[in-house]
């Protein structure tokens, strides 16, 4: 391995070490609370270490966020090889679902976490989040095209059905499904997404 190749794998190591760091210490304190000197001491490095690599938390913070989204829309456009859109869509509801249940310090971090949001434009680091919504709502549109979801409006139909995904995703990464006492949280979330699925059905 040469000095340069060595020196660029170290560079990637740090930046996925402050990256994970970072991540717990935003969901422990939460945003306004958390510095860079508290990411630096959850990976035991100091603060001018992660300055070299973030100009400030905001800029971590995003970075996360991005790579959450990342994730999530790479797992969603898997789907595009099935043809009917509504089974499509259907099939994107349980990569949501299944994302938060196997991420849940991703979901926490892309939905939950406070952060003010900056104006939006083609550089915004939000970016990624816009174009995993964008994608929904493309599919959503592909599905009236078909004939489905007739006399609806795309985004508002996209904001119920990510309404309904993210409330069963954030009471089962909160802790908030057992609750319910005769059915495990992975069987709560099962059964309430067929009810979504026969509610869409019928429209």
């Not at 989204?69 to 499509?88: A, G």
Request: glycine content about 4%; overall charge negative; hydrophobic content about 40%.
């Amino acid at each position: 391995m040469s000095i340069a190749v060595r020196k660029l794998k170290e560079k990637e190591n740090m930046r996925k070490l402050i990256l994970d760091g970072a991540r717990k210490v935003f969901l422990e304190k939460g945003y306004e609370l958390t510095s860079m000197r508290n990411i630096a001491e959850a990976i035991d490095y100091s603060p001018s270490s992660i300055y070299f690599y973030f100009k400030e938390k905001g800029e971590i913070f995003h970075e996360l966020h991005e790579e959450g989204f990342r994730v999530l829309l790479s797992s969603m456009q898997v789907l595009e090889h099935v043809s009917d859109p509504f089974e499509r869509l259907k099939a994107m509801g349980h990569v949501f679902l299944d994302f938060a249940i196997h991420n849940k310090d991703f979901y926490n971090l892309m939905f939950i976490v406070d952060e003010p949001l900056k104006k939006k434009s083609e550089d915004d680091p939000w970016r990624m989040g816009v174009r995993t919504l964008d994608y929904l709502i493309s599919v959503v549109r592909q599905c009236m095209e078909t004939g489905r979801f007739k006399g609806m409006d795309a985004e508002n139909l996209s904001f119920t059905i990510l309404s309904s995904l993210h409330g069963m995703s954030a009471l089962f990464c909160k802790d908030r499904t057992s609750t319910f006492k005769d059915k495990t949280s992975e069987e709560l979330i099962e059964d309430g997404y067929k009810n979504l699925i026969f509610m869409l059905e019928k429209l």
